[in-house]
Structure formats: C-alpha cells, structure tokens
C-alpha cells in the first residue's frame, strides 16, 4: 500500500472512537520495531519527524526508509507526517519531499499571526493533496526545539478553536488540555481537562483533535535506564488510563516520542552494563527494537484501541 494520508484514518477512528499513534522516528531501527509493532497488531499507524529528526536523519534516507515500511507492510495504511513544523519552508520542504501530512506550529505567535501562517501552509498543502495539523494553546515542556515554560503554557479556548479551523482551514488540530513535551510532564497529579477536550468536540464535531506531549514516561522503562546508569529522577508522564479515555472521548491522534527513547535507551544501556565487551551495534540495536515493538504494541492494543483498524 502507498503512503496515505491522514484523512480516511481520522474518519474511521472518529466514527468508531479510537485513536491512532503517532510515532516519532529518527532511525531505521525504530521505522522498524513500529511497523513490526503495527504488522502485528493489525493498526493503522502514523510515522512522523520533528525537525531535529529530519536535520539528523537526512530526508532522502528517512523517506527511503518509509518506502521500504509500505512495502514491508503492504495491508497497513502508513502516513508520514511532519511534526512541528517551525516554518512555511520546512513545510514545504517536507510536501515537496513525498510527507503525506504537516504540522505547521504556529503556537508560540498570537492568534493572528498563528492563523496566518496557517493559511499560507494549508493553502501550498492542500493544492497537493497533503492534510495539515496545526496547534492551538500552547504545551508545557522540552521536545527537540520545542521549550515552553511552565508559566508560559495555556490552555486551548474552546471558542478559539472554533474560529481558527473555520478561518484556516487546517484539518486537524491539536490542542493543549494539561500533556506536556518531554520526560518531566508533572510535578503533582496527573490531570488532564476533558471538560475543554469536550467543549471543542461539540463546537468543532467533524475536526480531528491530536494530543501533543502524551508519552506516559513508563515508569519500568524509567527504572530499566537508571538501574543500569541513568540519572532520569522523577520524570513523570500521562497515565495509560488517562490516554484510553481521552481515546475514547475524541482524539483521534496521539503522539508519541519519549517513551520510544526510553525503550531504546533502556536496551542499550541494559546490553552496555552486562555485556562490556559488546561492541558489535547489532548487539545492542536488536534488543532495542524489540523493546520499541513491545512499547507501541502497548499503545495500539490496550490504549489507543486501534488493534485490528487497518
């Protein structure tokens, strides 16, 4: 199966009150462990690259490692997407290079210029056929290039939203209801607020809503790193039960990135502390992957509810 866009799978998981993960990659051995995961749990299934990931990996070898995952699993609808996108050219750069959806983060401007800016992605998106994400309220938290102070973070105004998709005409929207990026998500309780997640659902019924800084930092992949040589105290992510709701209350897209560096590191780290005369990387790079597959089998089967939705 090509490459698809997001579109039919947003539909289907709206309608049957699922949703699907996005997952952040940067090498071959995660595209791997993902599909494998994918394979086997019969699930549709994101793949998407912040701008960090693209600098790192180069676009060519990502895209030929996407191609590669299609063909390897030709019954799994795969979109590859740009997450965060910072700017118009990386958006268009990513549209020019085969991406089949785009993020365009226009968060940290005022409403404004976060529309305009928007526009101008959806306008160059949609005139070749690539769906655009765009994001509304502002994430608590470290990813990449991404760094919002606690202070600095707010919540999506339900009305707001309303507003910006009809002026914009994005086709998903990610909003900001209490995630946050990277491993040290909260400090207390956990609490995310589905009374707005509902609020924009009955304003904006038809738009798919994605959640950012969702990992769930699982705490025995934290306790696998710092027994062999971590030093990750207190990182703290979305429970799985929060995750599940949240699925089940209209998101249609959650993404993924620090608990796929916490499966990986956990691994490595493991083969490092009891096996030191290891050098060779498939030595350490195998269990990784494993560990990555184990980690979004997790996420698609007793989370996300996408098992068996290709």
Known sequence: MPLVTTKEMFKKAMEEHYAIGAFNVNNMEIIQGIIDAAKEENSPVILQASSGAIKYARINYLMKMVQAACEEAPNIPIAIHLDHGPDFETCKMCI??????VMIDGSKYDFEENIALTKKVVEYAHERGVVVEAELGKLAGIEDDVNVSD????????LQAKEFVERTGCDSLAIAIGTSHGAYKFKGEAKLRFDILAKVKELIPNTPIVLHGASTVIPELVEMCNKYGADIPGAKGVPDEMLNEASKKGVSKINVDTDLRLAMTAQIRKVFAEEPQAFDPRKYLTPAREEIKKTVQHKMKDVFLSSNKA
């Open 96 to 101: 020019d290079a085969g991406f089949t959806s």
């Open 151 to 158: 202070a600095d973070a707010m919540y999506t105004d339900p």
